[in-house]
T-cell receptor, first 113, second 115 residues
């Protein structure tokens, strides 16, 4: 069974632009969670989607948003990029959203110039 | 609010030596505790977890961790380290957020293994 895939793996943007990252969960998994990893703030929970609905949300500004499609694939969007948004963005999938059964993808490395 | 502290940013051990990575948590209720490993360019892999029951938990790759409620600790151990264990290790607590559990991570400990 294929693991969690994230595209693209690397991305370079400039301040003020917007970006969309994609996550394809493991087949059959209906929950996708997103995390931001930076050297300064570490790993932080962004949000969780389940059956196309946002079910939980971390403490991030409204510039960070996401959605989930009927096939469980998820996208996250960051608008009006800031330098501080440079990070590794990880997604994790699970069958039903239980945190002890999450499988993480390799991440998308976003660099904002 | 919940928090996780990993006091050691970087640890170097010799191959074959024993290892202990420290983790302290702050959480008002019964914690769900995890250890993850992240190799360069990779996502996170779950090593082990503790929800309840036996306080000594066995995980993959020969790792174990012990939950000590009195010390609010969940330290990770391995009796003999292999060069392939070099990676970054994250302790996490599954705390309630908006009615559901979400992971709060420590800042990580980078492990270097000397030959």
């Amino acid at each position: 069974k294929a693991g969690v895939t994230q595209t693209p793996r690397y991305l370079i943007k400039t301040r003020g632009q917007q970006v969309t990252l994609s996550c394809s969960p493991i087949s059959g998994h209906r929950s996708v969670s997103w995390y931001q990893q930076t050297p300064g703030q570490g790993l932080q929970f962004l949000f969780e989607y389940f059956s196309e609905t946002q079910r939980n949300k971390g403490n991030f500004p409204g510039r960070f948003s996401g959605r989930q499609f009927s096939n469980s694939r998820s996208e996250m969007n960051v608008s009006t990029l800031e330098l501080g948004d440079s990070a590794l963005y990880l997604c994790a999938s699970s069958l039903d959203g239980e945190i002890d059964t999450q499988y993480f993808g390799p991440g998308t490395r976003l660099t904002v110039l | 609010a919940q928090s996780v502290t990993q006091p050691d940013i970087h640890i170097t051990v010799s191959e074959g030596a024993s290892l202990e990575l420290r983790c302290n948590y702050s959480y008002g209720a019964t914690p769900y505790l995890f250890w993850y490993v992240q190799s360069p360019g990779q996502g996170l892999q779950l090593l082990l977890k503790y929800f309840s029951g036996d306080t000594l938990v066995q995980g993959i790759k020969g790792f174990e961790a012990e939950f000590k409620r009195s010390q609010s600790s969940f330290n990770l151990r391995k009796p003999s380290v292999h060069w392939s264990d070099a990676a970054e290790y994250f302790c996490a607590v599954g705390a309630l957020l908006g009615g559901r559990r979400a992971l709060t991570f420590g800042s990580g400990t980078r492990l270097q293994v000397q030959p």
